[in-house]
């Protein structure tokens, strides 16, 4: 008959596994995304800088508020496309700030100032 510490023991095996899982599976491209700047972000779109179009908003009806951090995830890997443009428009009418070709492959943080985009 298993004992409690056995049974506790298996669980934490099944949680470690299920996590190194997740990670393995992590796209590359995903990113913490933090407010810099003095103003609230109405929309943040973020498209393939291989298109000619930016895509659909990817806050939704969110609006971070300067200092704020958002998890952007993407669905599903596009094996090869790192590069990417951001744009962020701002709820209090501050002109657009748009970055292009950032290599999402090799930030896990991308944090927008009044004055620049710094990645990490």
């Known amino acids: 008959m298993p004992t409690v510490r056995s049974i506790v023991a298996v669980a934490a095996a099944v949680v470690l596994l299920a996590l190194n899982a997740l990670t393995a599976f992590a796209d590359p491209r995903d990113f913490t ?22 895509e659909e908003d990817v806050l939704g009806r969110d609006i971070p508020l300067p200092g704020e951090q958002w998890n952007i995830t993407f669905g599903k890997y596009d094996a090869g496309n790192c590069m990417y443009d951001i744009k962020a428009t701002y709820a209090d009418g501050s002109p657009d700030d748009i970055v292009i070709g950032v290599n999402l492959c090799n930030y896990t943080n991308i944090i927008f100032t009044n004055t620049q985009v710094l990645g990490s």
């Open 33 to 54: 995304f933090t407010n810099g700047t003095s103003s609230p972000i109405k929309n943040l779109f973020i498209a393939s800088s291989a298109t000619r179009s930016w």
